[in-house]
């Protein structure tokens, strides 16, 4: 029996990350590793119509190129701490349906997917996990969690199109504690500028999506951002289309929209390495 997924639900907003990584596979299989979207969605009771139609137009396409390079830069940042603590835990923070362990896993490693209790109880029914691998229900902004993740051995956190429906200082005080009890740990994330957080909800609202609030962003430097803490030993940033891999075999129009997202959004992978 398939798993429904309602409209105006937190379960849809699932949907978009997921069935971008299946078209994004489709149409760049040279670049898209994608290993569970069709397994996933197969097991669905949806209807795709309407994300169907947007994902064939060249902006949707483009959109779900943007989120199959998002999945590939966090692995790289996740792949490269690997290098220096291989049984380290990997914590995917809000995780919704993807499944990043499963590319980055070396066996001695923890993987952590943490997201609201609803989110997780339909992954669990439509991911399996793998045995160093656990799901954790829970609200991020309960730092209870924290108890939940082994960290003598190192830890690396990433998040995939989360921190946007963060508050600021939701975010400061997250990152605060992080640094102050994951001593060592990192913790790459996605981010763009104001003028990107509108056309997210450009995006949702063109997708029939529930409306969400839309609220963190971080500007063209990161001082601020760097400020927040003294445990937090270094913050840097790349590219999120352009910083972990030169994108060749894609057409004339993306290059030119890699350019613009770089310019005008400001879109980035941010990490923050603690002391």
């Known amino acids: 029996m398939k798993q429904k997924i309602e409209k105006n639900t937190v379960q849809e907003t699932l949907i978009i990350p997921l069935y971008s990584r299946k078209i994004a596979k489709e149409k760049f299989p040279d670049l898209i590793g994608d290993k569970s979207s069709d397994d996933i969605i197969n097991k669905i009771d949806y209807d795709f119509s309407d994300k169907e139609k947007y994902f064939n137009s060249a902006i949707g396409l483009y959109g779900a190129l943007e989120v199959a390079q998002r999945e590939f830069d966090l692995e790289c940042e996740i ?10 835990s990997v914590v995917n923070l809000g995780c919704g349906l993807n499944d990043l362990f499963s590319s980055v896993n070396n066996g001695k490693c923890k993987g952590y997917n943490l997201d609201f209790e609803e989110v997780i109880k339909t992954r669990e029914e439509l991911l399996e996990k793998q045995d160093n691998e656990f799901n954790i229900a829970c609200d991020l902004n309960d730092y209870s969690w924290f108890e939940k ?50 056309m ?6 063109t997708m029939d999506m529930k409306e969400v609030g839309s609220y963190f962003c971080i500007s063209d430097n990161l001082e601020e951002l760097k400020s927040w803490s003294d445990n937090f030993e270094n913050v840097s940033s790349k590219s999120y289309m352009n910083g972990y891999r030169k994108l060749k075999d894609i057409r004339l129009l993306y290059k030119f929209f890699n350019i613009f997202t770089d310019k005008i959004f400001n879109m980035q992978i941010i990490k923050i390495e603690f002391k």
């Open 200 to 205: 997210v909800l450009r995006l949702l609202k």
């Open 79 to 88: 792949k490269e701490y690997l290098k220096k603590r291989e049984d380290a």
């Open 149 to 198: 993740i082994e960290k003598d051995k190192g830890v690396i956190f990433v998040a995939s199109g989360v921190f946007y429906y963060f508050k600021k200082e939701e975010v400061k005080n997250l990152f605060v504690k992080m640094s102050e009890y994951f001593k060592c740990g990192a913790l790459a994330f996605d981010t763009c500028n104001k003028t990107g957080l509108k």
